[in-house]
């Protein structure tokens, strides 16, 4: 694929956008998006998918349609795997990426303390991607000349059980096939995030944009999935039967701790309409929580 040919999958993916008014920030979120899905392809030439699916909000993007930018690709063995090790990819995965044109480097990061989550970085100089796929010096020029586009990519090596699967395909960069965790599956994670991740001093809005994002769209939840999420996260214990009104009941007590204000702050850069977070309160996820379905 030449360089040139990436710069048309960006005209042909973003047909409904004028690139030439597009902020620097805008130019680079759509290099992110794109670079995403090369890493995708790039996966499904290996036998990645045979032991592992798609999940989070990036995968909530690009299969579902969800109207936020995320910034990292999530997976999940299907079963456990303590040996498993994400950097026996890294070749495959870049002499695929340089097939399609792309100057990428791939690196492991490397934690201090002992992890189930894998985790890995696509990087790659912001100048070089803007040439790649914009072809324009002057946007180039926009960028410092040692600045970076990163993408992160995490592999859970000890996942919960209960998760069901399906088969997605994608036309870009070119037509692959994806595993990923279906609908119910996705929302169980989400409302596991919304129960159980630590956001510190870091509210995360990302976290409630993307529940109201699966209320809209009307799909139940995993409830086995998220029971051995909420065990494995010590939330409850194996002899709670976690029934839907406990879930409800959990979620409407963490809304009442909420920083409104922080979530919204948190989510503004990753969304094109801001009025949408107007109604956002305890009240209004409360009550868009009355009729919360299990698969």
């Given at each position: 694929m030449s360089e040139n040919m990436l710069r048309q999958l960006i005209i042909r993916k973003y047909s409904n956008i004028d690139i030439q008014v597009l902020t620097p920030l805008q130019r680079t979120t759509l290099i992110r998006e794109v670079l995403q899905e090369c890493l995708l392809y790039a996966l499904s030439r290996t036998n990645f998918f045979d032991?592992?699916?798609?999940?989070?909000?990036?995968?909530?993007?690009?299969f579902y349609k969800l109207p936020r930018f995320?910034?990292?690709?999530?997976f999940s063995l299907t079963s456990a795997?303590?040996?498993f090790d994400i950097t026996r990819y890294f070749n495959q995965i870049h002499r695929i990426l340089a097939e399609l044109g792309l100057s990428i480097d791939i690196q492991v990061k490397h934690k201090t303390k002992k992890s189930t989550i894998q985790s890995a970085f696509l990087k790659g100089n912001t100048r070089?991607?803007?040439?790649?796929?914009?072809?324009?010096?002057?946007y180039a020029r926009q960028y410092a000349s040692n600045e970076t586009v990163t993408i992160k990519f995490e592999v859970d090596t000890d996942p919960p059980e209960g998760a069901s699967y399906k088969?997605?395909?994608?036309?870009?960069?070119?037509?692959?096939?994806v595993k990923l965790y279906d609908g119910p599956s996705l929302f169980a994670g989400k409302l596991h995030a919304v129960l159980c991740r630590?956001?510190?001093s870091r509210t995360k809005g990302r976290d409630l944009y993307d529940y109201v994002f699966y209320r809209q769209m009307n799909i139940p939840f995993n409830r086995e999935h998220l029971r051995q999420r909420?065990?494995?996260s010590h939330f409850i214990d194996h002899s709670n039967a976690c029934t839907l009104e406990e879930i409800k009941s959990w979620l409407n007590q963490r809304f009442d701790t909420i920083d409104y204000t922080a979530a919204k702050t948190d989510v503004f850069p990753f969304i094109e309409n801001p009025r949408e977070l107007d109604v956002w309160s305890a009240e209004f996820f409360k009550a868009i929580t009355c009729d919360l379905q299990a698969a």
């Open positions: 032991h592992a699916a798609f999940y989070g909000g990036t995968a909530l993007r690009i995320s910034e990292d690709l999530d795997n303590p040996d070089i991607q803007i040439l790649t796929f914009y072809l324009n010096e002057e088969h997605h395909f994608s036309l870009y960069p070119i037509p692959y096939e630590n956001w510190k909420l065990i494995q």
